[in-house]
């Protein structure tokens, strides 16, 4: 089955560029999407096919795929965007989800 | 804006059939460019897809293999919502279970409901 690959933490001081990375076979083939996810509430779509932002969601947030992965970018990073981010992909009429990674802005 | 609310008992003890209902708010649940998925979030499994339905012209659905003998989900276009049932559940079936929206393809999860928390325990 396909799976996606996450770091499981990341690292910023505000102000700072959050990367995130995702890491699957020929995952650049694919549409990946991401979600933000703060404790006790629902995952909130912040990126749609690699690169395009719902509605609503800041210009901070930019997407990119390539190759075996995808990467979601969160410029000027604030303390409000402290969360887990999972991305997400669809293989074979399943989506499959990455592991999520936390973010911590110090 | 598109809103889903979701209902349903938390608490089952093993063997007990799981069921939760999804009310759409804003959109048809036989919208023919909408489908209709549950998702759950456990600690060990993380978020995964359970299956979804949708309707194009009949009604289709697609399920995840880790579930696949046990899942239904259906769609109840009086009340404009859909339903999650999945039978003889085990303490492993525990998590946080989501109902969301989705186009057919290509597919990502816009909204979600609030989630409810079914707890698996003798």
Request: net charge positive; hydrophobic share 30%; aromatic share 10%.
């Amino acid at each position: 089955s396909y799976e996606l690959t996450q770091p499981p933490s990341l690292s910023v001081s505000p102000g700072q560029t959050a990367s995130f990375t995702c890491s699957g076979d020929k995952l650049g083939n694919r549409y990946t999407s991401w979600y933000q996810q703060k404790p006790g509430q629902s995952p909130v779509l912040v990126m749609f096919q690699n690169s395009k932002r719902p509605s609503g969601i800041p210009a901070r947030f930019s997407g990119s795929s390539s190759g075996n992965a995808a990467t979601l970018t969160i410029s000027e990073t604030q303390a409000l965007d402290e969360a887990d981010y999972y991305c997400q992909a669809w293989d074979n009429k399943a989506a499959v989800f990455g592991g999520g990674t936390k973010l911590t802005v110090l | 804006q598109v809103q889903l609310h979701q209902s349903g008992p938390g608490l089952l003890k093993p063997s007990q059939t799981l069921s939760l209902t999804c009310a759409i708010s804003g959109d048809s649940v036989s919208s023919n460019t909408a489908a209709w998925n549950w998702i759950r979030q456990s600690p060990s499994r993380g978020l995964e897809w359970l299956g979804r339905t949708y309707y194009r012209s009949k009604w289709y659905s697609d399920f995840a293999v880790s579930v696949k003998s046990r899942i239904t989900i259906t769609a109840d276009t009086s009340r404009n919502q859909f339903s999650l049932q999945l039978d003889s559940v085990t303490p492993e079936d525990t998590a946080v279970y989501y109902c969301a929206g989705s186009k057919l393809t290509p597919v990502h999860f816009d909204p979600w409901g609030q989630g409810t928390l079914v707890t698996v325990t003798s």
